[in-house]
């Protein structure tokens, strides 16, 4: 019984979704529209849809692996996030949003040139690929592995409705999907907590049971090393990574820009307690798991504590979470190709409605590419290897030179392509080539350092040189040029497409409002079917359903 409640839920709660994508796909008219709001998305939207972006089931598939293993240390862990969060509030997204660019690699090529704005491209395009492989994984395998589905075909299907969601909706469709995420997300966890200590013999009993360094602040390979490169690997991820900066450019103002970061910050720094506190209570629940097997930490609990239709709801939430993570990095190398490449490369002369079906046809390619990466994470180390190797591969040597030429006049392409070139080279040695060859391995620490310090000290050393020489950038020089040519030529506001933008944001709230009523419905109703925390089921859909006046209320103002 409990098992056809809850499939009926994911199939129910998919379907509602999907219809969502659909009527987003009236508002893509033209390429701003489609891939950045109109650039008028109220910030409050845009830092959850941030926080969301950056969630995926992977945060309970890997962290929650580790919460189950070392305890507390994933919670610390996951504070470097709030780090990277506060830093770019003050001083990254506005730089961002004050570009004026739709997408980083178009501040790329105004910035470095369109030599490196194309390295950039291919080379985001490929790692994107495989850090969202990953989350596709990660999903498929708590989706496959509680209705007991075999996992290649749950990948494809699961992978296929992703791409199909964001390649008919566009950015807002993306929203939308992350707002709902958080919310189902945030409810479900609330009830999860109460059940597991219950089911753990209340909280006494679980602080009795935990091994004597499961609240350590660092833990096992996790040292203070460790989170040190890892806090600066998130300025730089949250900073620069082109999925997130598609947040800052997509609302109105840079002062809107640092507002979603803030809150991207202020979510993360009670959110990863409440995360990772199921996990290590099941610690003391069910303490034999070993290896690969802690992956489904987090699947266990809630199979063993959650009543009838919850399990399917949460299961329903981690995968359109990791969705709205994979849709927005699908949403941004689509923008990407469709802008940067396509438009600036092959057709400059493309009509919108060109553009349109490049941009819809682009997100189905690099979707199939993504589920061959998720089919082939199980036979290279498992999640947790493979996402932080790839972040200390490529996050440094990807993400910092852009960064650090918002703030420069002095780098130039030539030394930016440089050293990225540099530091993914030495990363990939030391990650790949010396193990196999000489049976050397770095530290989780060490690795992550590496990554992440090695092309900040090349930047450094570059920046000093070229303030000893005296020397501007070329290319910076160029770009105040182009500024100021387009300060001079600011081009005509067109009426209609103003209001057309405000109806669009109007609309997606009212959806939004509708949506989170619709969430509110759906689980009254799991109230008649649930054994226990039926109360709290239903004071969770109260508040839901007052929640939605929020959207609402906004939607009415945005009408002026």
């Given at each position: 019984?409990?098992?056809?409640?809850d499939?009926?839920?994911?199939?129910?709660?998919?379907?509602?979704?999907?219809?969502?994508?659909?009527?987003?796909?009236?508002?893509?008219?033209?390429?701003?529209?489609?891939?950045?709001?109109?650039?008028?998305?109220?910030?409050?939207?845009?830092?959850?849809?941030?926080?969301?972006?950056?969630?995926?089931?992977?945060?309970?598939?890997a962290?929650?692996?580790?919460?189950?293993?070392?305890?507390?240390?994933?919670?610390?862990?996951?504070?470097?996030?709030?780090?990277?969060?506060?830093?770019?509030g003050?001083?990254?997204?506005?730089?961002?949003?004050?570009?004026?660019?739709?997408?980083?690699?178009?501040?790329?090529?105004d910035?470095l040139?369109?030599?490196?704005?194309?390295?950039?491209?291919?080379?985001?395009?490929?790692?994107?690929?495989?850090?969202?492989?990953?989350?596709?994984?990660?999903?498929?395998?708590?989706?496959?592995?509680?209705?007991?589905?075999?996992?290649?075909?749950?990948?494809?299907?699961?992978?296929?409705?992703?791409?199909?969601?964001?390649?008919?909706?566009?950015?807002?469709a993306v929203?939308?999907?992350?707002?709902?995420?958080?919310?189902?997300?945030?409810?479900?966890?609330?009830?999860?907590?109460?059940?597991?200590?219950?089911?753990?013999?209340?909280?006494?009993?679980?602080?009795?049971?935990?091994?004597?360094?499961?609240?350590?602040?660092?833990?096992g390979?996790?040292?203070?090393?460790?989170?040190?490169?890892?806090?600066?690997?998130?300025?730089?991820?949250?900073?620069?990574?082109?999925?997130?900066?598609?947040?800052?450019?997509?609302?109105?103002?840079?002062?809107?820009?640092?507002?979603?970061?803030?809150?991207?910050?202020?979510?993360?720094?009670?959110?990863?307690?409440?995360?990772?506190?199921?996990?290590m209570?099941?610690?003391?629940?069910?303490?034999?798991?070993?290896?690969?097997?802690t992956?489904?930490?987090?699947?266990?609990?809630?199979?063993?504590?959650?009543?009838?239709?919850?399990?399917?709801?949460?299961?329903?939430?981690?995968?359109?979470?990791?969705?709205?993570?994979?849709?927005?990095?699908?949403?941004?190398?689509?923008?990407?190709?469709?802008?940067?490449?396509?438009?600036?490369?092959?057709?400059?002369?493309?009509?919108?409605?060109?553009?349109?079906?490049?941009?819809?046809?682009?997100?189905?390619?690099?979707?199939?590419?993504?589920?061959?990466?998720?089919?082939?994470?199980?036979?290279?180390?498992?999640?947790v290897?493979?996402?932080?190797?790839?972040?200390?591969?490529?996050?440094?040597?990807?993400?910092?030179p852009?960064?650090?030429?918002?703030?420069?006049?002095?780098?130039?392409?030539?030394?930016t392509?440089?050293?990225?070139?540099?530091?993914?080279?030495?990363?990939?040695?030391?990650?790949?080539?010396?193990?196999?060859?000489?049976?050397?391995?770095?530290s989780?620490?060490?690795?992550m350092?590496?990554?992440?310090?090695?092309?900040?000290?090349?930047l450094?050393?570059?920046?000093?040189?070229?303030?000893?020489?005296?020397?501007?950038?070329?290319?910076?020089?160029?770009?105040?040029?182009?500024?100021?040519?387009?300060?001079?030529?600011?081009?005509?506001?067109?009426?209609?497409?103003?209001?057309?933008?405000?109806?669009?944001?109007k609309?997606?709230?009212?959806?939004?409002?509708?949506?989170?009523?619709?969430?509110?419905?759906?689980?009254?109703?799991?109230?008649?079917?649930?054994?226990?925390?039926?109360?709290?089921?239903?004071?969770?859909?109260?508040?839901?359903?007052?929640?939605?006046?929020?959207?609402?209320?906004?939607?009415?103002?945005?009408?002026?």
């Amino acid at each position: 019984m409990n098992s056809i409640i809850d499939t009926s839920v994911i199939v129910v709660f998919s379907v509602f979704i999907m219809v969502i994508g659909l009527l987003f796909s009236r508002t893509g008219r033209n390429l701003k529209s489609f891939f950045a709001g109109g650039e008028a998305v109220p910030w409050f939207i845009g830092g959850l849809s941030l926080f969301m972006s950056f969630f995926s089931a992977g945060t309970f598939v890997a962290w929650g692996s580790i919460a189950y293993k070392y305890g507390w240390v994933a919670v610390t862990i996951q504070w470097t996030m709030c780090i990277g969060g506060l830093i770019t509030g003050l001083y990254i997204a506005p730089k961002w949003k004050a570009t004026g660019s739709l997408t980083a690699a178009e501040f790329i090529k105004d910035r470095l040139g369109a030599h490196v704005q194309k390295s950039f491209i291919y080379i985001f395009m490929l790692v994107s690929l495989f850090i969202k492989g990953s989350v596709l994984y990660s999903v498929a395998k708590l989706v496959g592995s509680s209705l007991e589905f075999p996992l290649v075909p749950v990948t494809l299907i699961l992978g296929i409705l992703m791409i199909a969601y964001t390649a008919v909706g566009g950015l807002w469709a993306v929203m939308v999907t992350d707002i709902l995420q958080f919310v189902i997300l945030t409810a479900a966890v609330l009830l999860i907590i109460p059940l597991a200590f219950t089911e753990a013999g209340g909280v006494q009993t679980f602080l009795t049971k935990v091994p004597h360094d499961f609240f350590n602040v660092v833990n096992g390979e996790y040292t203070w090393g460790f989170i040190g490169a890892f806090a600066l690997y998130h300025i730089f991820y949250i900073g620069g990574n082109w999925t997130f900066v598609q947040r800052y450019t997509s609302v109105d103002t840079p002062k809107s820009a640092s507002k979603v970061a803030f809150l991207f910050a202020g979510l993360y720094i009670l959110s990863p307690v409440l995360w990772m506190l199921p996990p290590m209570i099941y610690q003391t629940i069910n303490p034999g798991l070993t290896g690969l097997e802690t992956e489904n930490a987090y699947l266990m609990v809630c199979k063993q504590v959650l009543p009838a239709g919850l399990m399917g709801l949460i299961l329903t939430g981690m995968y359109f979470s990791t969705s709205a993570s994979a849709n927005t990095a699908l949403n941004v190398v689509s923008a990407v190709f469709t802008n940067d490449i396509y438009k600036g490369t092959i057709n400059p002369k493309a009509s919108d409605e060109k553009l349109m079906k490049i941009a819809r046809t682009s997100s189905w390619c690099f979707g199939f590419g993504m589920i061959v990466i998720a089919l082939i994470v199980p036979y290279i180390g498992g999640i947790v290897e493979f996402t932080l190797s790839v972040g200390a591969i490529t996050g440094g040597p990807l993400l910092a030179p852009p960064i650090w030429a918002l703030f420069s006049k002095r780098i130039t392409g030539k030394a930016t392509i440089t050293i990225t070139m540099v530091s993914l080279a030495v990363n990939l040695i030391f990650k790949i080539v010396l193990p196999l060859v000489l049976d050397y391995k770095l530290s989780r620490a060490s690795e992550m350092l590496l990554g992440v310090l090695l092309p900040f000290i090349l930047l450094l050393i570059y920046e000093l040189y070229a303030a000893y020489k005296g020397k501007v950038s070329a290319e910076y020089l160029q770009l105040q040029e182009l500024k100021a040519y387009r300060a001079a030529n600011v081009p005509v506001v067109d009426e209609e497409e103003v209001a057309e933008i405000k109806r669009q944001n109007k609309f997606g709230l009212q959806v939004i409002s509708f949506s989170l009523a619709f969430i509110a419905l759906l689980l009254y109703i799991l109230c008649a079917f649930t054994s226990k925390g039926t109360s709290m089921v239903a004071v969770i859909a109260t508040v839901i359903l007052l929640s939605a006046w929020i959207p609402l209320n906004a939607s009415f103002k945005k009408v002026h």
